[in-house]
Each structure stands twice: as structure tokens, then as C-alpha cells.
């Protein structure tokens, strides 16, 4: 079972150049998350969605893309690359949004822009 | 507004002790949920444990415990025996009760997090 997948997990990127983060999970889960953690800071959402078709902004959206055309795909598109998107990107998803559940991360990506 | 307020940016142990790390909530809903993850420094996020608002007893998985303080909204992290595979960074989180498409969007908020280094 390999859970949350998220690829690539480095990245160096020149501003003004776009990406996509690609994200996956095989645990049929409907909830999903795109999370950035800048140094010595916690992590903060970008888009979520709640199933295939259904995405919607977090709490810093400008500068990012997604589509959820599946359950187990997420992806995170980048345009036009500035400085200040350089961070470690991770995605997360649920099974569902109350009681004991957690959220399971993936390994993260690195993001460098320059 | 939720928030989440970790006060403690560094905190240093030594092996086989004690240490509570701090976590402080700000939220006027009656119903929600707290989580504690670890972030060693290889990256990833490892969920820890969980308390429920309503849940009528603290929180325990293993070496891990959560003191859990309603009316004061803390809910600290205990951790027994450290080892010193738990040099980490600690984050506390809270699931975010923003309603959106029939139900909570369940994003977590977390805190600026706790780094802990755990000494021989």
C-alpha cells in the first residue's frame, strides 16, 4: 500500500517557468490537500478538494492551479514561477473530515526558485 | 478565527526523561479535533495522536500522551522516556471547521511548531 505519492521530490525552477506537482493516493480517499511549509514555519493550505471534480482555494492560493479530474490524483500546477513560491510542498489526504482520522502526508516536494 | 499558538520555538531533553511540549487553541466552536504530528529531519509528517473536544479522557498512543485541558484550550504533548529518535520538529494542529459542499473542509491549521533535540 503505498498511500500518498508525490513526485518530484526536488525541483530547481527559474523564475517565470511553470510545473506541475503531481500528487497520488490509493487509499480511495475523497479528501485532498495542497499544503506549503516555508522554513521554521508550519504548513498552510493552498487548494483542497473534497472529490473528483470539486476543488476550491485555502489559505494562499495566488499562483497555483489544480484539477481533481480522479480520486487518486491531486496535481498542483505552478505559473509562472516567483522566488517567493520556494518551499516544501506537501500533499494530504482523508478519508473523511471529523473524528479520529488523521491526514496521511506525502513525502513532500522541495521547491526551489532562483 | 482558529488558531494555533506553539510558544516553545526550541526545547532541549535528556534521553530517557520527560518533556511536555506546549500547545495553545483558539476556537468558539464546541466540536473539534487536535493532532499532533512529528517532522523529523528526513521531512515527512508522521501523525502522532489525536484528541477530540468531546472526548472524555486525554489522548494516549504508546510513549506519546496528550494533556488535554478544555477550559484553559491547551492540549500539551507529553512525551515519556524520550529516545533519541525523537529529535524532531513537533507540530500541534487543529482540523479547520469551515463548512464548505455539505460538510467541514477538515484542512488542518498548525502552529510554527517545536524543535526538539534530545541529548545523551
Known amino acids: 500500500n503505498a498511500g500518498v505519492t508525490q513526485t518530484p521530490k526536488f525541483r530547481i525552477l527559474k523564475i517565470g517557468q511553470s510545473m506541475t506537482l503531481q500528487c497520488t493516493q490509493d487509499m480511495n480517499h475523497n479528501y485532498m490537500y495542497w499544503y506549503r511549509q516555508d522554513p521554521g514555519m508550519g504548513l498552510k493550505l493552498i487548494y483542497y478538494s473534497v472529490g473528483a471534480g470539486i476543488t476550491d482555494k485555502g489559505e494562499v492560493p495566488n499562483g497555483y492551479n489544480v484539477s481533481r479530474s480522479t480520486t487518486e490524483d491531486f496535481p498542483l500546477r505552478l505559473e509562472l514561477a516567483a522566488p517567493s513560491q520556494t518551499s516544501v510542498y506537501f500533499c494530504?489526504?482523508?478519508?473523511?473530515?471529523?473524528?479520529?482520522?488523521?491526514?496521511?502526508f506525502g513525502p513532500g516536494t522541495r521547491l526551489t526558485v532562483t | 478565527a482558529q488558531k494555533i499558538t506553539q510558544t516553545q520555538p526550541g526545547m532541549f531533553v535528556q534521553e530517557k526523561e520527560a518533556v511536555t511540549l506546549d500547545c495553545t487553541y483558539d476556537t468558539s466552536d464546541p466540536s473539534y479535533g487536535l493532532f499532533w504530528y512529528k517532522q523529523p529531519s528526513s521531512g515527512e509528517m508522521i501523525f502522532l495522536i489525536y484528541q477530540g473536544s468531546y472526548d472524555q479522557q486525554n489522548a494516549t498512543e504508546g510513549r506519546y500522551s496528550l494533556n488535554f485541558q478544555k477550559a484553559r484550550k491547551s492540549a500539551n504533548l507529553v512525551i515519556s522516556a524520550s529516545q533519541l529518535g525523537d529529535s524532531a520538529m513537533y507540530f500541534c494542529a487543529m482540523r479547520d471547521l469551515l463548512m464548505n459542499y455539505g460538510g467541514s473542509q477538515g484542512n488542518l491549521i498548525f502552529g510554527k511548531g517545536t524543535k526538539l533535540s534530545v541529548k545523551p
Open positions: 494530504a489526504s482523508s478519508p473523511r473530515t471529523s473524528g479520529n482520522v488523521e491526514q496521511y
